[in-house]
């Protein structure tokens, strides 16, 4: 580098048209990625039941699963069918909708549960055992031996049914490898169609999902599916490390409802993937319906939208400090890499408060169609800022303040006001030393 | 692998003690790492100020950077004295209350901004400037250039006042990767107290974020800060992975309160971090003064803590399905990778509910004091689940089913309906036939 700091100037977007076309598409260096060709299993009704504020009716349970089909995931896991006599009723009757999403349903790994699983007319069973020492020793008792036993008996009975069959250990990432890539091998060789990962206790983080997935990919022969608890708040960033990896499949909820504080929720997945995928996540799902799934829950289970949540949180597209502002009306990329649009939602620019900038002022006056200078859109905001610094304000607050000062400006008999205003320096405080001195 | 699928036994417990202490601790090829020695940059009075609802007064501000003191973040950052007068004030009676923490304040990149910081009593100040191509020509419009020159002139300007200085780019994430490393070097080499990268509209991913990260580590001589925004759901991932990579310092703020849907959150964080670096982390920050920081922010803008909140979540510590509910019973560390008592909670196992399980009720049986054989206490769920498929339940409604049931197994005359029915084969249903056969 020079010592005049001098840099040579580039043509940015032309260089980057030519070599990538989304830089925060897949990483060409991730040659097994399904970035681009990922599904979604969503377990609202599965995962999701075991969220404690969660009591579904059967025609809850049914206008959700027409929800998430409009939405367009491809598959709906239900609540084990053995969990209670209604939960098999209605697995039955959510199989009879004739959905296009197929339908799964959530076992432990024994014959018994497998038994009533495959009569309830699911095209899929996802069965689970637990693999880490931790379960092995205070869950089920049971060795590996008499783990990778049950399961061959478990799939092949499900398989010589026609349908579908998941194998995945539970707690994967506390479990040995060596036992996880034996069992896993195992299944895969008798013909799974996924083998499934769950991070069940939400410990994971994004580079361990990378390694464990990439070695996994090397021994089974078919698609890999994840879930992954949010605990400790990595859940969308595991998914999406995940599929870089090679793992095909995700588990989500709606608002990521589940055991504790959940896991993958839906939304935040599609914000995420949108960024690397656009194409594809916009031609496949119904993303303009993601406000109304998350309501549809959280009306059900009785919880406010997190005023944090990706794409639907109250303020997510909502800029506010003086210097985001301007850029965003100047050009919203600036300062956002969604947009509001794909999600049939809004952006708003907060301008009602001290941070507020001019051309936010300016945006508003405009809006109100009224005609002020640059200098006397200067002076208003200073107007703005010193009242925001005394209280909160509302939209009603800014607009008195512009529109008493439009009219001030334009009232007074004959006195040429504004174009005064427009040659006078403003002192500190932003008002014209003439108009201070009237005051006086 | 053999054919008979014969597993080899391994003494896990043992083999992992000896060669790792903690597996989840920072991954031993990360030579860099600073998962075990990082440092926390408050920001809630910074980009907290800048989420749509915050307005604070000075008596607020003031509370809340003492409460974050006592929770023991090592920087409090300050919105810029000169976004109003009232900053300004505000700004020079936080650095009066001599806390511990040090006060950092953050400005544009311009003498103008950096002679007012400097003459607020702050410890150390921020520095920031947009170097994408989107902000470079739709906020400030100038080229990198200009950009390195008035970096040198701050930078300069504030080491001159002896007092730390930081210079961050800002949208560092679509920033041309030669420009960045070119004005970071530049600044390392005069002197900087920390370079930032700022991920300013959420779109990193962690991968993403670990290589830009160590490859600025081979490029400057100073600590590296990083902030991350919460669009695309990966700011605490993508803080975890920077700090694996070699980053010290994150920029968090309570429940992340910032523009949009905010930055990492410091409860999430410690969430992560308590799992890789526990000792570290329990040693440093108030972990059980976690709660009161996020109400009293919470109760500030107004806003409640939301149901999936790590640690302060409502449910993050409760446990529902009876398969889950188990294995806890019998040792917590099964479904917990947090332990509540680390942050002054509670952990909770939902029994009231159609996917309850004996081992929950026995549990609760337990704690009513009442002294129930196990068949007994698996006929009682039996009842407790087949309510539970017809309506939502509370607590005290299973106690009522309990009481009820044993009283009823108790009371009947002299009839010893105990022995009868530990004895008696339980139908479908859970009931004993004889009981059935009798209200027929």
Redesign the interface.
């Known amino acids: 580098?020079s010592n005049n700091?001098?840099?040579e100037?580039?043509h940015?977007?032309e260089a980057l048209a030519k070599h990538q076309v989304n830089?925060?598409g897949p990483?060409p260096s991730d040659f097994l990625s399904n970035v681009n060709n990922f599904q979604l299993i969503d377990s609202t009704l599965r995962e999701g039941?075991?969220?404690?504020?969660?009591?579904f009716s059967t025609e809850k349970k049914i206008e959700i699963a027409k929800a998430l089909d409009d939405f367009g995931v491809d598959y709906i896991e239900l609540?084990s069918p053995v969990?209670?006599?209604?939960?098999r009723k209605d697995c039955e009757a959510i199989c009879k909708l004739g959905l296009k999403a197929k339908i799964l349903t959530h076992i432990?790994c024994h014959m018994d549960d497998a038994k009533v699983a495959v009569e309830t007319g699911v095209d899929g069973v996802d069965v689970v055992i637990?693999t880490s020492?931790?379960?092995r020793?205070?869950?089920h008792g049971k060795?590996?031996?008499y783990i990778?036993?049950s399961a061959?008996e478990v799939i092949e009975f499900v398989k010589s049914k026609g349908i579908e069959i998941r194998f995945s250990s539970e707690?994967s990432f506390?479990s040995?490898l060596?036992?996880l890539l034996?069992i896993y091998?195992?299944v895969s060789k008798i013909g799974v169609n996924r083998v499934g990962i769950a991070d069940?206790?939400?410990?994971a983080?994004?580079?361990?999902v990378?390694e464990l997935v990439r070695t996994l990919k090397s021994v089974v022969n078919c698609d890999i599916e994840c879930h992954f608890h949010?605990?400790?708040?990595?859940?969308?960033?595991?998914a999406?490390?995940a599929l870089?990896a090679g793992a095909r499949l995700i588990d989500v909820c709606v608002?990521?409802?589940g055991?504790?504080?959940?896991i993958v929720?839906i939304g935040?997945?599609m914000?995420?993937m949108i960024?690397?995928a656009p194409e594809y996540v916009k031609s496949k799902y119904k993303l303009h319906k993601i406000r109304d799934l998350e309501v549809l829950v959280a009306d059900a289970v009785q919880?406010?939208i997190?005023?944090?949540?990706?794409i639907t949180?109250?303020?997510?597209?909502?800029?506010?400090?003086?210097?985001?502002a301007?850029?965003i009306l100047?050009?919203p990329?600036?300062?956002?890499?969604?947009d509001p649009h794909d999600f049939g939602l809004k952006r708003y620019i907060?301008f009602a408060?001290?941070?507020t900038g001019w051309n936010a002022i300016k945006s508003r006056v405009d809006q109100l169609n009224l005609n002020l200078t640059d200098p006397q859109i200067k002076e208003v905001t200073a107007k703005i800022?010193?009242m925001?610094?005394?209280?909160?304000l509302n939209i009603d607050d800014v607009d008195s303040i512009i529109k008493d000062f439009h009219i001030e400006i334009n009232t007074p008999a004959l006195t040429p006001r504004k174009t005064k205003a427009d040659e006078e320096p403003l002192d500190l405080a932003g008002e014209p030393a003439a108009k201070k001195a009237k005051k006086e």
Do not use: W
Not at 306 to 310: S, V
């Open positions: 580098m700091f001098e840099f100037k580039v940015e977007s830089p925060y990483n039941e075991q969220f404690a504020n969660s009591f609540t969990a209670s006599e209604q939960s432990r637990g020492k931790f379960l020793q205070y869950s060795d590996m031996n990778a036993k061959i707690d506390r040995d060596v036992d034996n091998k195992t069940t206790v939400g410990c983080n994004p580079r361990q990378y949010n605990d400790t708040g990595c859940a969308i960033a595991n999406y490390t870089e608002l990521g409802i055991e504790r504080n959940g929720p935040g997945l914000a995420r960024v690397a919880v406010n997190p005023f944090n949540n990706p949180g109250f303020c997510a597209f909502t800029h506010k400090a003086g210097i985001h301007k850029a100047a050009n990329s600036t300062y956002e890499i969604l907060h408060n001290r941070l800022k010193k925001g610094d005394i209280r909160p």
